[in-house]
């Protein structure tokens, strides 16, 4: 009899931890969508659950990408480290290398292009890519990050370097074009697709660049502050694009890209202080240019 009471007593234990990990959960997900990051990683610290992992890697990398990380490079080891733990739990799950690619470009971008080589970083984050691709071929991110590596190395090099790591132009508007053919509403994929783009140097980026940026600028309301910063920056990127021209757009967008656009200015503001241009209606009142500007 006292062995079936301390099955029940251990039972409910359980019962108990997966309450308040499920409880945790929630909770850091709110915050994460508020852009409360600081405390959506405490919330779900003590959690091992492959959901807590993700979601504290994933507010770990957009604390990291908005330039508000207090130690930028520890948070990267913390941000992999979490990564490897959530697929030793899910091997087949995105989310993880998703994070591993954003990792291994945050290290590519504050360091040379021969340590990158060196170091093998291009080929590392190609094939996580070519891995998500594979396992979630309907995932608008899938896209959206591959679009990126291309993008990336071809902001930091020029076409023929980028050539000899397989990155090129071509492949990364491609990308965007399914990004955004599976997600043309989501500020958060229309705006990364639209920096990264034009943040590229290819002239011929230009125009499906502003595209993307006009579909970021005029995406509905939604709840992540995320998405919602992506689109008040698309819209100041087009603003700055209609009245000063490519150069200046385009030095803002790799401003906003490495996260140094508005960092200083905005360090002291808490979340509930950021833009959230998304809530309002059209403010610029900007529409896209008709015709197809990318590729389907």
Not at 30 to 46: K, M, P, R
Not at 53 to 66: D, I, K
Not at 259 to 264: N, P
Request: a positive charge; one cysteine or more; aromatic letters at 6%.
């Amino acid at each position: 009899m006292r062995g079936f009471w301390l099955l029940i007593l251990y039972l409910s234990m359980g019962s108990g931890r997966a309450m308040a990990d499920a409880t945790a959960i929630e909770l850091a997900q709110s915050a994460y969508l508020s852009g409360q990051y600081e405390h959506s990683i405490e919330l779900v610290a003590a959690c091992a659950e492959f959901e807590c992992l993700v979601l504290q890697a994933e507010a770990r990398l957009a604390r990291y990408s908005l330039g508000r990380s207090p130690n930028p490079m520890p948070e990267l080891d913390q941000i992999e480290t979490l990564a490897h733990q959530a697929l030793a739990l899910r091997d087949q799950a995105t989310k993880p290398r998703l994070a591993l690619v954003a990792v291994i470009g945050y290290r590519a971008r504050n360091r040379s292009l021969f340590t990158g080589l060196r170091k093998g970083w291009a080929g590392q984050g190609r094939k996580l890519i070519d891995k998500i691709l594979v396992l979630a071929p309907e995932d608008p991110w899938s896209y959206a990050i591959s679009a990126n590596w291309h993008l990336e190395i071809l902001r930091r090099t020029s076409t023929r370097r980028a050539r000899f790591v397989g990155a090129s132009s071509a492949q990364g508007l491609a990308d965007c074009a399914k990004a955004l053919a599976l997600a043309p509403t989501d500020a958060a994929i229309t705006g990364q697709c639209g920096l990264a783009l034009l943040a590229a140097r290819p002239k011929e980026l230009e125009a499906p660049a502003i595209h993307a940026l006009q579909l970021a600028a005029i995406a509905p309301a939604g709840g992540d502050i995320f998405a919602c910063l992506r689109q008040d920056q698309a819209a100041r990127v087009l603003l700055v694009h209609g009245q000063k021209g490519v150069k200046p757009a385009r030095r803002l967008a790799v401003a906003i890209l490495l996260g140094r656009e508005g960092a200083k200015r905005d360090k002291a503001k808490p979340a509930t202080d950021w833009p959230r241009q998304c809530e309002q209606s059209n403010p610029l009142e900007i529409a896209p240019e008709p015709g197809p500007d990318i590729p389907g």
